[in-house]
C-alpha cells in the first residue's frame, strides 16, 4: 500500500556534530503543491554569533519554536487563497452565493473545478451520483482534518480509509462501494491528465462493501395479474406507465419520467431515449413491441396529441409538466400494500419482468442486448445468469430418464 507523502520536514537544528568553527544552521522542508517538490529553507542567522554551544543551542531553539508555530497557523506556506464556487454545497446551504475562499492546491477547489467541467459531459441522473459521492467525501475529509491539504496528499490508503468509514457507518454494498471508487478515480484521474498529481491515487484498493443483491427481481405472472386488475381501472396512467416499463425496458426514474411524445416514431414503430436522460449516457432507438404499439395507437391515441408534451403529465394525461421524481413509485407501492405484496415487488421490478418473459420466448442474447441497451454482451450475460438462470428445454423436457 502507498505511503503518504510528507508535507512538512519540521525544523531542526544541524549542529555540525557541535564544531563551533563550522556555520550551524536551522533547516525546515515544505511541499510546493504546484511541483510536489519538498523545498527546503535554512537560516543561519543569530546562531553563529554565539562563540559558544550553549548559547547557539538557546538561540536555535527559539528559531525552531518561531518557525513551529508559523507553520501550524499557516503563515509560512506555499498555498495561497483563492475563491471558488463551492458546486457540493447542499441547495439552500448558502443563501446568497456558493463562492468560497481556500488555499489553492487544495482538494476542495479541484473538487468544483471537476464537477463543473462533468455538467457538460453526463446525463444529470449521473451528476447528482457524482455530486452526492464526492460531497459524502468531503464531509468525511474534513472529519479527517485534512479537507485544507493539497491533493498531493491523498494516496491509497487514505481512500481506502473512507471507502472502510462509508461501509461501516451505511453498510453498504460492494456494488454501492464500487461507485465510489469509479468516481473518485475519474476524478484522479482527471488531476493526473492536468499534471496536477503523479499517479492516481485509487488504484488496487482491496475489495470493500457487504456482498448483496439489490436489483428488484421479475414480479411473478400470477402476480402481475393481479396488480393489473387492481391497477388499470383505478390508476389507467399508471398501468400506461408499468406497460412502457415492461415493453420497453425504459428506466422510470428519468428515461421514461421525462420522456416526451415526439420520442416515439410512429412510422418506424421505435422510441429514441436520448443521451442527456439515459443512464448510460447514449442516445439509442428500441423498438416497440406489436402489444404496446396497439395500446398506444388504439388505447391511448398518444399520436392525436401535440407530440412536444411529456407523455406523462400532470392530470392523468401528456401534459406541459411532467410528474416528480417519486411520483409514480409512490403511487405504485400504495396498490402493493393494498394488495399486500411483498415489500420486494418494485416498480422497477417490471423491467425485470419484460426480460425474463423475453428470454423465456426464445429472444437470443444479442436481441435481449439490444433491447436492454446493455454496453455489451458481458453485461446481458451476467444480468441473464443473475435474473434468470441458465434455461435449457433440453435439459427441462428431454432429461434422460434414471431408469
Given at each position: 500500500?502507498?505511503?503518504?507523502?510528507?508535507?512538512?520536514?519540521?525544523?531542526?537544528?544541524?549542529d555540525c556534530?557541535?564544531?563551533?568553527?563550522?556555520?550551524?544552521?536551522?533547516?525546515?522542508?515544505?511541499?510546493?503543491?504546484k511541483?510536489?517538490?519538498?523545498?527546503?529553507?535554512?537560516?543561519?542567522?543569530?546562531?553563529?554569533?554565539?562563540?559558544?554551544?550553549?548559547?547557539?543551542?538557546?538561540?536555535?531553539?527559539?528559531?525552531?519554536?518561531?518557525?513551529?508555530?508559523?507553520?501550524?497557523?499557516?503563515?509560512?506556506?506555499?498555498?495561497?487563497?483563492?475563491?471558488?464556487e463551492?458546486?457540493?454545497?447542499?441547495?439552500?446551504?448558502?443563501?446568497?452565493?456558493?463562492?468560497?475562499t481556500?488555499?489553492?492546491?487544495s482538494?476542495?477547489?479541484?473538487?468544483?473545478?471537476?464537477?463543473?467541467?462533468?455538467?457538460?459531459?453526463?446525463?444529470?441522473?449521473?451528476?447528482?451520483?457524482?455530486?452526492?459521492?464526492?460531497?459524502?467525501?468531503?464531509?468525511?475529509?474534513?472529519?479527517?482534518?485534512?479537507?485544507?491539504?493539497?491533493?498531493t496528499?491523498?494516496?491509497?490508503?487514505?481512500?481506502?480509509?473512507?471507502l472502510?468509514?462509508?461501509?461501516?457507518?451505511?453498510?453498504?454494498?460492494?456494488?454501492?462501494?464500487?461507485?465510489?471508487?469509479?468516481?473518485?478515480?475519474?476524478?484522479?484521474?482527471?488531476?493526473?491528465?492536468?499534471?496536477?498529481?503523479?499517479?492516481?491515487?485509487?488504484?488496487?484498493i482491496?475489495?470493500?462493501?457487504?456482498?448483496?443483491?439489490?436489483?428488484?427481481?421479475?414480479?411473478?405472472?400470477?402476480?402481475?395479474?393481479?396488480?393489473?386488475?387492481?391497477?388499470?381501472?383505478?390508476?389507467?396512467?399508471?398501468?400506461?406507465?408499468?406497460?412502457?416499463?415492461?415493453?420497453?425496458?425504459?428506466r422510470?426514474?428519468?428515461?421514461?419520467?421525462?420522456?416526451?411524445?415526439?420520442?416515439?416514431?410512429?412510422?418506424?414503430?421505435?422510441?429514441?431515449?436520448?443521451?442527456?436522460?439515459?443512464?448510460?449516457?447514449?442516445?439509442?432507438?428500441?423498438?416497440?413491441?406489436?402489444?404496446?404499439?396497439?395500446?398506444?395507437?388504439?388505447?391511448?391515441?398518444?399520436?392525436?396529441?401535440?407530440?412536444?408534451?411529456?407523455?406523462?403529465?400532470?392530470?392523468?394525461?401528456?401534459?406541459?409538466?411532467c410528474?416528480?421524481?417519486n411520483?409514480?413509485?409512490?403511487?405504485?407501492?400504495?396498490?402493493?400494500?393494498?394488495?399486500?405484496?411483498?415489500?420486494?415487488?418494485?416498480?422497477?421490478?417490471?423491467?425485470?419482468?419484460?426480460?425474463?418473459?423475453?428470454?423465456?420466448?426464445?429472444?437470443?442474447?444479442?436481441?435481449?442486448?439490444?433491447?436492454?441497451?446493455?454496453?455489451?454482451?458481458?453485461?446481458?450475460?451476467?444480468?441473464?445468469?443473475?435474473?434468470?438462470?441458465?434455461?435449457?428445454?433440453?435439459i427441462?423436457?428431454?432429461?434422460?430418464?434414471?431408469?
Open positions: 500500500m502507498a505511503r503518504r507523502k510528507k508535507e512538512i520536514v519540521v525544523p531542526h537544528l544541524n556534530g557541535g564544531d563551533l568553527t563550522k556555520k550551524w544552521y536551522v533547516e525546515y522542508s515544505i511541499r510546493n503543491p511541483t510536489d517538490k519538498m523545498e527546503r529553507v535554512r537560516t543561519y542567522e543569530d546562531i553563529n554569533r554565539f562563540s559558544t554551544r550553549e548559547a547557539r543551542y538557546e538561540s536555535a531553539q527559539k528559531i525552531i519554536e518561531s518557525y513551529s508555530k508559523a507553520i501550524q497557523s499557516g503563515n509560512i506556506s506555499y498555498q495561497e487563497f483563492v475563491e471558488y463551492d458546486l457540493l454545497l447542499y441547495d439552500g446551504q448558502s443563501s446568497f452565493s456558493k463562492t468560497r481556500a488555499k489553492i492546491g482538494i476542495k477547489v479541484y473538487l468544483s473545478e471537476f464537477i463543473q467541467i462533468k455538467r457538460l459531459e453526463i446525463s444529470p441522473v449521473s451528476l447528482n451520483s457524482y455530486v452526492s459521492k464526492l460531497r459524502l467525501f468531503c464531509l468525511w475529509a474534513e472529519k479527517q482534518n485534512i479537507l485544507d491539504k493539497p491533493v496528499y491523498y494516496t491509497t490508503e487514505i481512500i481506502a480509509d473512507f472502510r468509514h462509508i461501509v461501516e457507518q451505511k453498510e453498504l454494498s460492494r456494488v454501492t462501494i464500487l461507485k465510489y471508487e469509479q468516481i473518485l478515480h475519474t476524478f484522479f484521474l482527471y488531476l493526473k491528465k492536468k499534471r496536477i498529481i503523479v499517479e492516481n491515487p485509487v488504484f488496487e482491496p475489495k470493500i462493501g457487504v456482498i448483496k443483491d439489490e436489483s428488484p427481481a421479475a414480479i411473478p405472472e400470477y402476480m402481475r395479474k393481479i396488480l393489473q386488475q387492481k391497477i388499470e381501472p383505478e390508476d389507467p396512467q399508471l398501468w400506461m406507465f408499468i406497460c412502457f416499463i415492461y415493453y420497453m425496458a425504459i422510470p426514474g428519468f428515461e421514461l419520467r421525462l420522456m416526451r411524445l415526439n420520442q416515439i416514431n410512429y412510422s418506424l414503430q421505435t422510441i429514441t431515449i436520448y443521451s442527456d436522460v439515459a443512464k448510460n449516457d447514449k442516445t439509442e432507438t428500441i423498438d416497440i413491441p406489436d402489444q404496446l404499439f396497439d395500446m398506444i395507437i388504439d388505447k391511448w391515441k398518444l399520436q392525436t396529441y401535440d407530440q412536444s408534451l411529456y407523455a406523462f403529465g400532470q392530470f392523468g394525461e401528456p401534459g406541459n409538466n410528474l416528480g421524481k411520483n409514480m413509485k409512490n403511487r405504485f407501492t400504495k396498490f402493493r400494500k393494498e394488495l399486500k405484496l411483498p415489500d420486494a415487488v418494485k416498480l422497477y421490478s417490471w423491467k425485470h419482468s419484460g426480460a425474463q418473459e423475453l428470454a423465456a420466448q426464445g429472444a437470443n442474447i444479442y436481441e435481449i442486448q439490444r433491447h436492454m441497451r446493455h454496453r455489451d454482451i458481458a453485461t446481458t450475460e451476467q444480468y441473464l445468469r443473475k435474473r434468470i438462470g441458465q434455461r435449457s428445454n433440453t427441462k423436457h428431454n432429461f434422460p430418464s434414471i431408469g
